[in-house]
């Protein structure tokens, strides 16, 4: 099939889904094994059909803590935003861009991301404890008519998934609900500490309904305001309450340390996020990104491994949807960035392969994103991935010794980071301790995952 008959075809799938959508609406409990049967026989597997096929049993399994947050999705969230949120990640982002960022990585031979991350500021209200961002200069923008051609030029190749951090995004809250409106068939999301959103904001995502919102979180209110600074805590739960109140979807943004790991793995914790009405949660370890970054709150090896088990409890128990970026790596194939599944644009317009990997060959300024994904740096990415068979060492800086300094020498890539550019042997060396460490207690888990799978 040519790439306008697939277009098409991708279309009427679409439209059919849409439909579906609506039939679910009128009774999410009694539908839902219908609109799986009628998924899994449309999808592609280019598409999401392999991931119905995993996720059919444990949503429509009655009682189930999956089909208990479907459940929530339909009697706490508006029901505008829900099929806004429902159409735009399933029919555009699912069903639409991932068989169209399939066929156009055979068409360039290059990766493509199926999310976008870009920082619309680097200005940030808060100073946190071993944030690179606490050090950068406030003066850097992404202005609206750059954001504006990002999505403009990811969606022309596929992406229809879109988050924002910064510096702290809601800052530019004009100009993020511009763009929301502007892109009404995107999802957005964005990081953030939660300070600025208030009643009004919350009316602004009730409007544009495309909008769903992480909030960074460290724990209870000790540990939060140890990191973010006093009063940070008190001023995320009023930001919860607000959009739990008026029913807003969000999640919670959570990065485990040495300090406190213990707490964001307790299952009070996990069930307090949720009673507070988290319906997803990301999590990260910390990476000691930045000249003056605090190695010290690296994690054990023994505490990351206790995350990992924490994560697939709950995902067994908990109405929540999470990942962990760097435990996951057998559910995403390791590492997702450098475009294989995202990308990271920071507010001076370096395209980045990630969040943490501050050096970049490409600006946006002056490349186009699919420039970009060509460059020597992306494309080192490209050859490279995975960066180990043990998919539990996803990463090529935090576990993986001397990768990432291979492919920055390699390429030519060059610090980005705004306030004291960074060495890539410098910033490796922070990591090896954690690695050497980390690399037995992976194995001791993949080889654990594959006699599993061969037993089966």
Not at 296 to 324: C, G, S, W
Request: negative net charge; glycine residues 6%; charged residues 25%.
């Amino acid at each position: 099939m040519d790439m306008a008959n697939r277009k098409v075809s991708d279309m009427i799938r679409a439209a059919g889904v849409k439909q579906m959508l609506q039939y679910l609406d009128k009774d999410p409990e009694q539908n839902i094994t219908k609109i799986f049967d009628w998924l899994e026989k449309h999808a592609t597997e280019d598409g999401i059909g392999k991931h119905l096929r995993a996720a059919k049993p444990i949503l429509t399994n009655k009682g189930s803590n999956w089909n208990v947050l479907l459940n929530k999705i339909y009697t706490d969230v508006d029901p505008d935003v829900r099929k806004t949120i429902f159409e735009n990640f399933i029919i555009n982002t699912a069903m639409m861009g991932l068989p169209m960022e399939t066929r156009m990585r055979e068409k360039h031979g290059c990766n493509i991301p199926w999310a976008i991350l870009f920082d619309p500021t680097s200005a940030c209200n808060l100073h946190c404890i071993g944030c690179w961002a606490a050090e950068y200069d406030k003066t850097l923008n992404l202005s609206f008519e750059e954001m504006d051609n990002i999505v403009t030029q990811g969606k022309e190749l596929g992406t229809f998934m879109y988050i924002m951090s910064g510096g702290e995004p809601t800052i530019r809250r004009k100009d993020i609900f511009r763009l929301c409106e502007k892109h009404s068939d995107c999802l957005f999301s964005c990081f953030t500490n939660g300070q600025l959103i208030d009643e009004s904001f919350a009316d602004e995502m009730l409007r544009v309904k495309n909008l769903v919102p992480a909030f960074s979180i460290e724990g209870y209110r000790e540990a939060n305001d140890f990191r973010r600074g006093e009063g940070t805590y008190d001023g995320v739960m009023r930001a919860m309450e607000i959009l739990k109140r008026k029913k807003l979807p969000f999640g919670t943004s959570l990065c485990y340390t040495r300090q406190n790991t213990d707490v964001i793995g307790s299952e009070d914790f996990w069930d307090f996020i949720i009673d507070k009405g988290a319906l997803f949660s990301w999590l990260f370890t910390y990476i000691p990104v930045g000249n003056n970054a605090a190695p010290n709150l690296i994690v054990t090896a023994e505490q990351r491994k206790f995350m990992y088990d924490v994560v697939r409890n709950n995902r067994k128990t908990k109405p929540i949807f999470t990942l962990d970026f760097w435990n996951d790596g057998d559910y995403i194939d390791g590492c997702i960035a450098g475009g294989r599944r995202y990308l990271h644009i920071n507010a001076n317009g370096d395209i980045e392969p990630c969040a943490f990997i501050h050096y970049s060959d490409s600006n946006i300024k002056d490349k186009t994103l699919l420039e970009a994904y060509k460059s020597p740096l992306f494309m080192q990415y490209r050859n490279n991935q995975p960066f180990s068979e043990n998919l539990y060492r996803p990463c090529p800086m935090f576990d993986n010794i001397g990768e990432l300094a291979k492919m920055v020498i390699a390429s030519g890539a060059k610090s980005t980071d705004m306030a004291s550019p960074e060495d890539v042997k410098n910033l490796t060396q922070k990591c090896v301790e954690q690695a050497t460490n980390w690399e037995p207690v992976a194995d001791e888990l993949w080889d654990a995952k594959i006699k599993k799978v061969v037993n089966q």
